[in-house]
């Protein structure tokens, strides 16, 4: 499943720490991306998922550590920051993705729009390319901006949360068109509170502040792992039909450290 | 079938009658001026208004055109160019607002309120001083039937360099104001793109300033757009049905500053803010009627009908 050795690699972090100008909100971290993988980013809010995300991108420069990489990076963000009211089609929205390709002064051609087309295909939306993005539903609106990174030639896709707020059907599709992705050699950081959906991915990246664990989800999604990362305490409460759910009790107050 | 000569008669009064009530303001060199003059606010409040009401810099507009004021009194007093005059004006506000706003513990919403009617205020206390001569009012409405010749060549060169300058920024203004937060990682640059619209309605607030005054100016750039806003669902029809606005208004205002003897600055204005109104009011009605018939409201159907599998399917 792995491309092996150290040449296939799309980024690499080691002894990573970053702050952003006060106190370290993110350290002890090392990884490596390789192409085809998906990589579950597990962690609580303000665990560093977000930093971690900016330090890859080179918006934030490390405090500590290496980070090489060796992809272009493609950021698929949560759709309720994009403003839904804005004048722009789903086409429009992949097409942005070919901004860094072209001169400044240059618009999108004929090439760009066939480009645009294909990532659209990709990601099964050829058909409601001229529909207004904001319209579009949560699950769909994920995938424009999937194609937008694929427009941009992303082979490392840094995805925020893509399955929060999303019903069955298109969580479903969007899990599928994940594992398309991985089979083109793509690699992705996947942030997500589902512990879960994450088991079903090749690793799993848990943070707390600092990295607790790395690794296949079988072996690293221990109970004490997801208790580190989560800070809490697992319980197992009756579910409704669909059997029993571990859920996490808050975290015990002793450690107001700061 | 045959007319009878009275009604004939009656028919070609009534006809010339009405292509003189249409033609004759045009006839005049002054009316021609703002005929002008309307075209050109038409294709800026029409391209460069669409950017404010995205970019949500609606106050932006409204604080700059008020804080040049002194610059053009400054300007009348001296017998400047007016143009020159705001351009001063709006420098100074620039300035000062930037300044201020980086004091701690003041917020950027106040400062850029104090500024202005600090300058406001400065502008009118010169305004209302002995020295200054009749005909300030026009730099507080505007005054579209007294645009000179050279008023609306510089007026060309503005129009034409925001045009240039907003289709060559058209990619990168699309991609900042999608989405803020990501357009760094794409290649977009929020604060390049901040700083070149903000130019772009300086340069846009001095053609306008001449025909509408400093207190008016801001109708033109904000009320079209935001009117076309209502009406279209991608950018660029909205720039165009935004200028075809703009145009209309400014036509509009100018028959009835003509037979209706209203100042021409406020009559445009004004029929900025009724088209607004009835499509603001349109709208709504429209909104009901979606309402009241959800499959209409549902824009997203086709699509999960059309990925349905077929009904036979095993």
């Not at chain 1, 949560?138 to 941009?152: E, S, T």
């Not at chain 2, 045959?2 to 009405?18: A, D, I, K, Y």
């Not at chain 2, 009724?274 to 603001?280: G, H």
Request: net charge neutral.
């Amino acid at each position: 499943m792995t491309t092996g050795g150290s040449k296939g690699f799309l980024a690499e972090v080691t002894g990573l720490s970053a702050s952003y100008g006060g106190p370290v909100v993110l350290e002890d971290v090392g990884f490596r991306v390789e192409a085809g993988l998906r990589i579950g980013v597990l962690g609580p809010n303000g665990s560093g998922k977000s930093t971690l995300f900016r330090v890859l991108l080179g918006e934030l420069p490390p405090l500590n550590g290496e980070v090489s990489v060796r992809a272009r990076c493609g950021v698929v963000p949560q759709t309720e920051r994009a403003r839904l009211d804005y004048p722009v089609s789903a086409l429009d929205v992949a097409l942005m993705g070919t901004l860094s390709r072209i001169p400044w002064w240059r618009r999108p051609g004929r090439a760009e729009r066939l480009r645009a087309l294909d990532a659209l295909e990709a990601v099964g939306l050829r058909e409601l390319a001229n529909e207004q993005f904001g319209e579009l539903s949560g699950g769909q609106r994920q995938r424009v901006l999937i194609a937008r990174a694929l427009v941009q030639d992303a082979r490392l896709l840094l995805l925020d949360e893509p399955f929060s707020g999303l019903d069955k059907p298109s969580s479903r599709r969007l899990s599928s068109l994940l594992i398309n992705l991985a089979a083109e050699g793509r690699g992705m950081l996947i942030s997500t509170h589902d512990i879960e959906q994450a088991r079903g991915w090749d690793l799993v990246l848990c943070l707390n502040r600092r990295q607790i664990a790395f690794g296949k989800p079988a072996q690293t999604l221990t109970r004490s792992v997801i208790e580190a990362t989560y800070g809490g305490e697992i319980i197992v409460v009756k579910g409704d039909d669909s059997g029993p759910v571990s859920a996490i009790l808050p975290p015990h107050h002793h450690d107001d450290e700061s | 079938m045959m007319m009878s000569p009275e009604l004939l008669l009656l028919t070609g009064g009534v006809g010339s009658r009405f292509w003189q009530v249409l033609f004759e303001p045009w006839t005049q060199g002054i009316m021609q001026h703002a005929l002008t003059e309307v075209a050109l606010l038409g294709l800026v409040g029409g391209a460069l208004g669409c950017w404010i009401v995205l970019y949500e810099l609606s106050y932006s507009a409204e604080s700059l055109a008020h804080a040049l004021f002194p610059g053009l009194v400054i300007a009348a007093l001296s017998g400047l160019p007016l143009m020159l005059g705001a351009g001063l004006g709006i420098t100074v506000a620039a300035v000062a607002i930037a300044l201020f706003g980086q004091v701690p513990g003041i917020g950027r919403d106040t400062a850029v309120a104090v500024i202005v009617s600090t300058l406001f205020g400065l502008g009118v206390v010169l305004a209302l001083s002995p020295a200054s001569p009749p005909g300030l009012q026009g730099l507080l409405f505007g005054d579209i039937l007294g645009v000179s010749d050279l008023d609306l060549i510089l007026a060309m060169g503005l129009v034409a360099v925001t045009l240039i300058s907003l289709r060559l920024l058209h990619p990168q203004l699309l991609t900042v104001g999608f989405d803020r937060s990501t357009a760094r990682s794409i290649g977009g640059n929020p604060r390049r793109a901040d700083v070149a619209l903000l130019v772009l309605l300086a340069l846009a607030t001095l053609v306008a300033v001449q025909g509408l005054g400093s207190l008016l100016v801001v109708a033109v750039l904000v009320g079209p757009a935001a009117t076309a806003r209502l009406l279209a669902r991608r950018l660029t029809p909205m720039m165009v049905v935004a200028t075809l606005l703009s145009f209309l208004a400014g036509i509009g205002g100018l028959y009835l500053s003509y037979y209706a003897g209203i100042a021409a600055g406020a009559s445009v204005a004004g029929a900025i803010v009724a088209l607004y109104l009835i499509v603001l009011g349109g709208s709504k009605i429209r909104g009901l009627d979606r309402r009241r018939n959800p499959l209409r409201a549902n824009p997203r159907l086709p699509e999960t009908v059309r990925t349905l599998p077929p009904v036979d399917a095993p």
